[in-house]
C-alpha cells in the first residue's frame, strides 16, 4: 500500500523567492515519486521523478526535488520563484514492483506567487 | 501536447442520466488508466486496463464501467449520475516495456462532467 501527504494546501512566495512544497509518502516497497503541475483548465504535466538511482533529480522549468528515505520525504523546490510558477502541484507515489502502477497523489499544493 | 487525447472536452449532464467518456491512448501504448478529480475526493485512480483486460480497479464505484477496445481505445460509462459526480475525468496511457517495471504515464487533458 503507499499514500503520500503534501503539506500546506496554499504556499504563497514573492517572485524571486525559493520554493519549497513538502510531500512525505509511505509506501511498503521501494517507491517511484513523481511532481506533476496542473495549471488552470488544463490537464497534469509530469515536472519530474525519482525511479532508481540519484536521489537528487532535476525536472522542467529549474524545479528539483531530493528523495531522502530516513525521512520519507521527497520536497520539491526551485531556487527563484517566476510568474508563471502559479499553477497546483501535486505528489505522487507508485510501488516500484513489476504489475503495481497506479498513482496514487497527494491532495495538492496551490502555488500562487506574489509580484 | 502529451499525445493522449480525450472526448468530449466538456460534458453537462442531468443527475440520473448515463455518460460514456473516450480516451484514445498514445500511439502504440498498451495501458489506459482512468482518474477522478472532484473537490471532495481529490485525485483518485479509478482502473487500468491492459491490452483489453482489466489490470487494476481503485476506488471506482459500480455505477462506473469502463472497457479497452482492440484499437486500445478506451470508454468509461458513468451511470445512474449524482451531484457529486461532477468532476474532472482523466485518462492516461503508458507503454509495456518487457522487463521493465517503470513506465511513465502520459495524461491527457481530461472530460470536464457537471452533472445538474
Known amino acids: 500500500a503507499q499514500s503520500v501527504t503534501q503539506l500546506g494546501s496554499h504556499v504563497s512566495v514573492s517572485e524571486g523567492a525559493l520554493v519549497l512544497l513538502r510531500c512525505n509518502y509511505s509506501s511498503s516497497v521501494p517507491p517511484y515519486l513523481f511532481w506533476y503541475v496542473q495549471y488552470p483548465n488544463q490537464g497534469l504535466q509530469l515536472l519530474l521523478k525519482?525511479?532508481?538511482?540519484?536521489?537528487l533529480v532535476k525536472g522542467i522549468n529549474g524545479f528539483e526535488a531530493e528523495f531522502k528515505k530516513s525521512e520519507t520525504s521527497f520536497h520539491l523546490t526551485k531556487p527563484s520563484a517566476h510568474m508563471s510558477d502559479a499553477a497546483e502541484y501535486f505528489c505522487a507515489v507508485r510501488l516500484s514492483n513489476f504489475g503495481n502502477e497506479k498513482l496514487t497523489f497527494g491532495t495538492g499544493t496551490r502555488l500562487t506567487i506574489i509580484p | 501536447d502529451s499525445g493522449v487525447t480525450q472526448t468530449p472536452k466538456h460534458l453537462i449532464t442531468a443527475t440520473g442520466q448515463r455518460v460514456t467518456l473516450r480516451c484514445s491512448p498514445r500511439?502504440?501504448?498498451?495501458?489506459v488508466y482512468w482518474y477522478q478529480q472532484s473537490l471532495d475526493q481529490g485525485l483518485q485512480f479509478l482502473i487500468q486496463y491492459y491490452n483489453g483486460e482489466e489490470r487494476a480497479k481503485g476506488n471506482i464505484l459500480e455505477r462506473f464501467s469502463a472497457q479497452q477496445f482492440p484499437d486500445l481505445h478506451s470508454e468509461l460509462n458513468l451511470s445512474s449520475l449524482e451531484l457529486g459526480d461532477s468532476a474532472l475525468y482523466f485518462c492516461?496511457?503508458?507503454?509495456?516495456?518487457?522487463?521493465?517495471?517503470?513506465?511513465?504515464?502520459?495524461f491527457g487533458p481530461g472530460t470536464r462532467l457537471t452533472v445538474l
Open positions: 500511439s502504440g501504448d498498451l495501458s
Open positions: 525519482y525511479t532508481t538511482g540519484a536521489t
Open positions: 492516461a496511457s503508458s507503454a509495456r516495456h518487457s522487463g521493465s517495471s517503470y513506465n511513465e504515464q502520459f
